[in-house]
């Protein structure tokens, strides 16, 4: 299988991805190591809010609310 | 929420460790965990302490201490702020994290969620690098048995090396044992903490800076875990440890992200090993029935009119249900009023004592209890409902793409929602937004949604003057009424919200992570007990307080003669010309101004200025207070302005003083006066405009 690195707002509803960068830096990049956004972590789309954005991912058991800026920051390793 | 004892930062942990250790030998207990983890509902299970808690990230931003006997011991317990991690930034965490570090307690309760343990022991693995003294609460057991996650204690507590109580605090399971876990800790119990095992590169930088840390004087501080915090140039404890200890410290090396990430990757791969030997998912798990149910409460087409129908719901059962007890309550009123007119001494005494106490005050606090205790008691309980389920944070992720494009912040949609309880507690509860020009955006515009106070003025203007028909379909129509009046105050949240943003408040939205706990079942006699005890007392409670003296204020304001007149009618005379244009009258306006204190005994005034009497009359029945208004030229448009001023005029009194405690300033106190009531003004000005110009009225 095909992988490629897509950032993680572009990971389709139900679709499951696994971190290979974060992109950010300072506070939110702490905030999302806290919450096991780290190197190597499955992260799986769950939910769409009505507006498209944000949406909502699964990370270690916990449901994650993101807004597109901060998701377009976290790039995932994705089948092509 | 309720609104004592709130205060956070540095100040809380400085009066912490300052408070005297409570009686001789008293064991000190902090209680560490999650958000969403259930931690204070273990807290008010051990101490019996009543304190709110809902099921959003960042709740609990006070610490509440209580005690707790067991086995002839009594032990001091301290709630601390759920926070994610203790190497973070926020206030909350600096709180925790000094009080585990600086406070010396002696036992660390870190309360975890069994539905998501592998999140939890990362805060678990970083309060064991800090003190060895540890019980692990493993909370929510009931809920992962119907998820189908069995967590393996006894392999959890050999796991991390400390004692592992598996408990569901709701139902009171599990406490005892963790009481017998923290009295055998406290009492000295050997445990054996988990170290986490960092990379060679951390690991020699520690090795390198530990030795210098040797002869800091007065910090009990584990030194492994202070060379960590140097290594990765932790700014925020260092500053807390120059404080605490007044000792130099070396230069650390500042590792900047890649030490950072190295440490926080090590302790998450540590978290997930651990996780993956003690927790077995079983395979046939069935369908997901919460994400299920996320899907519809979220989708494109089903998610904001299931949301307004909760909430017109919420409203049409308020009113519907609020109508007869209202009643009932102003006739027992009635009765006592007539029995205490009768009652001998009054002969003894002047006549206006007689008016004092009985037209105005005893008046005024009958109005305010029986039109504001049943919908209260209706409302808080359903909306505490909706609050315990989990679907508040929903609301804010429906919600988010609307504030983020008014330059605001997604959690403003919960400081929002707390708003329709109590401003003055939707206010401080804008402490979960950490940008401070965020905050202030969701401090200043809290107050567009009408709280608990000014909803019985939207409810008994919509049953009077929209809700015509009367009966099912009349208050049918009323809820339609008040829920559009809502709409209006969330629209013109958002379009202040972007014009501050643009003028006074400019800036960037910050980053938006919110955790959407899972949906909990509700537990309906805790939330009837508590709901009514801490939402609707209080607030009913506040009411009291204010409405008393202010019935003395103004039967004396009405009763106090000034050029022919009374003080109200000559005020309300002044105010004349500027309500006309509003499409009020003076006494409206009056009546506004004299409802700062609260805004509970609006109408009371406007009627008894209207009945020119100088007392306040109760009117037995919506009828009956709808001859007084129409025989003193009320028309739907005055209702409608009326209601639009209800929902955009300066905060009460109790709001403008927790925003200038929140904001610590004058300047943007009085911001939050003027923003709403020009908002208001303008409104009505108008709809009056309009109104005249097209010849409807």
């Known amino acids: ?80 | 929420m309720g609104l004592t004892k709130q205060s956070t930062g540095s100040g809380v942990l400085k009066e912490l460790l300052s408070a005297p250790p409570g009686r001789e030998g008293e064991p000190v207990i902090a209680l560490a965990g999650n958000p969403n983890t259930g931690k204070s509902t273990v807290f008010n299970s051990l101490t019996g302490m009543n304190q709110h808690t809902g099921n959003w990230p960042g709740k609990t931003v006070a610490v509440a201490q209580g005690r707790y006997r067991y086995g002839g011991r009594s032990y001091r317990l301290v709630d601390l702020p759920g926070t994610y991690s203790l190497l973070s930034m926020s206030a909350e965490e600096e709180v925790a994290r000094d009080f585990i570090c600086f406070g010396r307690p002696d036992v660390t309760v870190v309360v975890t969620d069994a539905t998501c343990l592998e999140r939890n022991l990362n805060l678990v693995l970083q309060v064991l690098e800090i003190t060895p003294r540890v019980v692990v609460c493993v909370n929510l057991m009931e809920e992962a048995a119907r998820k189908k996650i069995r967590v393996d204690l006894a392999k959890l507590s050999r796991e991390l090396g400390v004692p592992a109580v598996g408990t569901s605090a709701r139902s009171g399971q599990g406490l005892d044992e963790l009481k017998a876990a923290i009295a055998r800790v406290a009492a000295g119990e050997k445990t054996a903490p988990r170290r986490v095992a960092y990379p060679r590169e951390v690991e020699a930088a520690v090795a390198a800076v530990k030795p210098l840390l040797e002869n800091l004087s007065g910090a009990a501080v584990n030194r492994r875990w202070l060379a960590l915090r140097l290594v990765e140039g932790d700014e925020a404890l260092l500053a807390s440890l120059a404080r605490m200890t007044a000792g130099e410290l070396p230069p650390g090396n500042r590792g900047g992200d890649g030490m950072r990430d190295a440490i926080a990757a090590a302790i998450v791969a540590e978290a997930e090993k651990i996780f993956r030997r003690v927790v077995t998912l079983e395979q046939d798990r069935g369908p997901d029935l919460g994400r299920k149910i996320d899907e519809a409460l979220t989708s494109k087409t089903w998610g904001i009119p299931l949301m307004l129908c909760l909430l017109g719901l919420v409203f049409w059962l308020t009113v519907q249900g609020a109508n007869y007890p209202s009643e009932l309550l102003a006739g027992a009123f009635a009765r006592a009023e007539s029995w205490l007119a009768g009652q001998a001494f009054w002969a003894l005494l002047p006549e206006w004592v007689f008016g004092l106490v009985v037209l105005g005050v005893f008046r005024t606090l009958a109005w305010v209890v029986s039109v504001m205790l049943p919908p209260m008691a209706i409302f808080f309980p359903l909306f505490t409902l909706l609050e315990d389920l989990g679907y508040l944070p929903r609301v804010a992720f429906n919600l988010d793409h609307y504030f983020k494009k008014a330059c605001a912040h997604g959690k403003q949609a919960l400081t929002m929602c707390m708003g329709f309880g109590c401003n003055a507690a939707g206010v401080t509860a804008c402490r979960i937004i950490d940008s401070p020009r965020e905050r202030m955006l969701a401090i200043i515009t809290n107050n567009f949604v009408p709280c608990n106070g000014r909803f019985p003025i939207l409810i008994t203007l919509a049953a009077i003057f929209f809700g015509g028909a009367g009966g099912a379909p009349g208050n049918g129509l009323a809820a339609l009424t008040v829920l559009a009046m809502v709409l209006v105050g969330v629209a013109v949240t958002l379009a202040m919200s972007k014009l501050l943003a643009k003028t006074i408040l400019r800036g960037l939205p910050s980053s938006f992570i919110l955790e959407m706990p899972p949906f909990r079942k509700p537990q309906v006699g805790r939330i009837l007990v508590r709901s009514v005890l801490d939402r609707t007392l209080f607030v009913l409670g506040r009411a009291v307080m204010v409405a008393a003296p202010a019935g003395a204020v103004i039967w004396l304001l009405a009763n106090i003669p000034a050029g022919g007149r009374s003080l109200l009618a000559y005020g309300a005379g002044l105010l004349e010309p500027a309500g006309r244009a509003m499409g009020l009258d003076g006494c409206i306006l009056m009546a506004f101004l004299l409802g700062l204190p609260a805004n509970e005994i609006v109408i009371p005034i406007a009627v008894m200025s209207y009945l020119g009497m100088g007392v306040l009359e109760e009117p037995q029945s919506l009828a009956a207070l709808r001859d007084v208004l129409t025989a003193n030229g009320w028309t739907w448009l005055t209702a409608l302005n009326v209601m639009l001023l209800t929902l955009m005029h300066f905060p009460c009194g109790t709001t403008l003083l927790t925003i200038r405690k929140e904001t610590r300033s004058w300047k943007w106190t009085l911001v939050a006066f003027l923003v709403p009531t020009a908002a208001g003004a303008a409104a009505c000005l108008l709809s009056a405009a309009a109104a005249r110009l097209l010849g409807l009225v």
Request: proline share 6%; with cysteine.
């Open chain 1, 1 to 80: 299988m095909k992988f490629q690195q897509i950032p993680l707002c572009a990971l389709p509803l139900g679709g499951a991805g696994i971190v290979r960068e974060l992109a950010v830096s300072g506070a939110t990049r702490r905030r999302m190591l806290d919450l096991g956004l780290v190197q190597g972590t499955r992260v799986e789309a769950v939910l769409r809010s009505p507006a498209g954005d944000p949406k909502a991912y699964r990370v270690r058991g916990a449901l994650i609310a993101l807004r597109s800026e901060e998701a377009g920051q976290i790039l995932v390793e994705y089948p092509k």
